[in-house]
Each structure stands twice: as structure tokens, then as C-alpha cells.
């Protein structure tokens, strides 16, 4: 049964507290998805196999599976704001540990601790957002927050590309670049991504133990209810199969991120500081951006129709990608990111859609199966070793045709709403 929340207090609302969660949307989304173009870096710098630097983004994503539930638990026992300050407090030292150590073994610690804080973050900033706007302005400001976690993703590899090509250069350079510069090994210049990061996270740090944050007092689909009710939905058939398909879904997204730049610079001797990172980034640009066509078609057509076009269409733009000349690959993979951005929406609005209670609980185990970015990477890696990165990343087409099935066995209780319904 649905619990009733009184509308949140006018003093709870906070235009203040607003900028601070779409702050913390861009930072989750700069941490999250700037393993794409560090990768490369990463095999080249500690002479790694690809199934080894697979295990960074393993190290980052598995923090989803152990924090996600209990992070939601952990709000409701004392407070958001308490949440988010350990939370960037441990992406802090994380963010710190490795430009200070820089070896193979500090950044999978300093990756798993930074996904920490990004878990625990994400279970934070949606209520947060609701009671600092208010109910009537959720939607809209929800639809802002994830263009500026989109923002974040676009960002993050072009800082990542001008910080490698413009440290340790001859030509005048501004006081934080050269300060930057003494602070990083010359070997190793993409490791001062993480000392942008650190200052950037120790910033919002301050702004948010300055910002006074209310008690969020949760809806029944924010809660996270307790373990039992975890346990009574893991019985249900339809829970797994869509614990499965965010699982795989997130493989998907993340495999081709993370593997994007590696790929182009083994088949196609594209450069991965330049050219491979550009691709990055309008992939997660080119995500951002298709949610307005998204939210439009959404408008058309039924769900499970749009999510068999999209995932039929992402099939075939991604045989282009594997298999097709430098040119078509370099569209190709940005491309993905348009049919990517519709997968995710539906597949959990129809998860949620086909339960008529624990909307909360469902949600927390949605999210947790976010774990699937830290499988499929690695394994994708373990394949490359054996057989080829092109061979590994055939991985994908299963996460591909699981979700184009969802379209056909899917059976929501409440469907979206289309101008002709």
C-alpha cells in the first residue's frame, strides 16, 4: 500500500539546495564516466592485458551491488546529509590516493572507493531533489538533472584530452596548469585528471556541509524498505528478469564506454588522447541530447514498440562499429548513444510499471543491478585477451538481444501514456 507524505514545507525548499544537487548530478556523471578514455592510458602506462584493466571499471561498478540498498537504508536511519558528506568524503580519498601512489593496484582502490560515494550519492540527490524544488517542479527539474549528468559525461573526456595535451609543454602556461604539472609525473600526465578531480570533490565538500539540508522524508517509491521486503520481491519471476536487464543493459552502456577509444586506436590507429576521446564524449553527448527526441516519441508510440526499434537499431549500428572502416566506426560508435538513451527509460519504467506495490524496494534492487558495469567490462577484457578486442566485444550483441525481447514479453500493468491512449 502506497504511503501518504504531506506535501514538503516551503522552508524545506531551496533554490540554493537545488544548484547543489545538480552539482552533485555533474560531479557523479564526471566520476562515473571518465574510465573510457583513461583506459588506453591505463594498459599503455602499467603494461596491463586488457582482462586487467577490464577490472577498473569491475572495481568502480561493483560498489553498486554492495552500497546501493544499504546506502537507502542508511538515509532513512539518519539523515541526507550525513549520507552525502561520507560519501564525498570517501570519493575524496579515493580521488586522492591514486595521483599520490600512482600504481595499478592503488587506482583499482581508488576507483572502488570513488563508486562508493557515487552509489551513495544516487540514492541521495532524487528525493533531495524533490523536497529542494518541491513536488510540482520534480519532473522538470528531474528532466534538468540528467541533462547536466549528461553534461558531466560529455565533459569529463575533453578535460581529459586538453590536461594530457597541454601539461608539461614549453609555451606560457596559467598558474593551475603549472601547479598541476609539478604535482604529476611527467610519464604519466592523465593521472592529473584525479587532482582536478580531488579539488573539485573537496569544493562541493565545503558548499555542502555549509548548505543546510531538511530530512527527507521519503515517498513509498523512494523508500528502501527493510530486508525482508528485498527478500519477498527476489521470489517474484518478473523481478529477476528485470534485475536482468538493467544488468545487462548497464554492461551495454558501459562496455562500449569503457572500451570505445581502445577499440578505435587497436583496429584503426586512431589516437586515444584526441579522436578516441572526442568519441567518448559525443557518445555520452549524443545520449544527452536524443532524450528530447526520446521524451517526444514517447509521446507516439507504446514503449515496447520503441524499445524493439531502438534495440534492432542499435544491433545494426553496432555491426557497423565492429566491422566497418575507421570512418563508419567513428560514427558509428558516437551513434550509439542515441538508441542507448530511449533503452534505459523504458526498460525500468516498464519494471516498475509491471509490479502494483514496493515501488521503492523495486527501484533500490533496479539500481543495485547496476553491478552489470562491473561484469561485462572485465569480461569483454578477458575475451580481447584470448581472441581479440573485436571478438570481445561481440559480448554486447546477448546484452542487445535481451533487451530487443523485453519489447515482446513485457507486460506492464499501466502502460505509457501516448496522445492516441
Known sequence: MTTAVPPVPHENRSRKLVGLVFLLFFLISLLTNIMGPLIPEVI?????????????????FLSYG??????????????????LLWALAL??????????????????????LIGIGAAALQVVVNPLLRVAGGEEHFAFNSALAQFVFGAGSFLGPLLYSYLVLNLGRESPAPPWLRALDALTPRALPWVSVFW????????????????????????????AGSWDS???????????????????????????ANWMSQFLFTYHNVDPRTTGALAVSWFWGTMTLACL?????????????????????????????????????????????IFLSLMWPIAFSLGL????????????????AIVGGAILPPLIGQLGDHFGLRAGMLLLYISMGWIFGVGFWAK??????????
Not at 502494483?356 to 524496494?361: A, E, L, R
Not at 506492464?412 to 491512449?421: E, F, G, K, M, W
Request: glycine share 8%; aromatic share 10%.
Open 293 to 337: 527526441v526520446g521524451m517526444v516519441l514517447l509521446r507516439l508510440f507504446d514503449g515496447r514498440r520503441l524499445l524493439i526499434g531502438v534495440s534492432a537499431a542499435a544491433i545494426v549500428t553496432f555491426t557497423i562499429a565492429v566491422a566497418g572502416p575507421a570512418r563508419a566506426s567513428l560514427i558509428a560508435f558516437p551513434a550509439m548513444g
Open 44 to 60: 599503455r602506462s602499467f603494461r596491463l592485458s586488457l582482462g586487467a584493466a577490464g577490472l577498473l571499471p569491475f572495481a568502480f
Open 412 to 421: 506492464p500493468l499501466v502502460n505509457n501514456a501516448t496522445i492516441r491512449s
Open 196 to 223: 582536478v578531480f580531488a579539488v573539485a570533490i573537496v569544493a562541493v565538500l565545503a558548499v555542502t556541509a555549509a548548505v543546510r539540508v531538511p530530512r527527507i522524508v521519503q515517498t513509498e517509491e523512494e523508500s
Open 230 to 256: 528485498h527478500l519477498r520481491l527476489f521470489r517474484m519471476p518478473v523481478v529477476w528478469l528485470y534485475f536482468i536487464t538493467i544488468f545487462l543493459y548497464v554492461g551495454l552502456e558501459q562496455g562500449l
Open 66 to 83: 554492495l552500497v546501493s540498498i544499504p546506502a537507502g537504508m542508511l538515509v532513512e536511519r539518519t539523515s541526507a546529509k550525513k549520507v
Open 353 to 368: 510499471n509491471s509490479l502494483s506495490h514496493s515501488h521503492g524496494v523495486f527501484a533500490g534492487i533496479l539500481c543495485s
Open 91 to 112: 570519493q575524496a580519498v579515493g580521488s586522492l590516493l591514486f595521483p599520490s601512489y600512482p600504481l595499478y593496484i592503488s587506482a583499482l582502490a581508488s576507483f572502488f
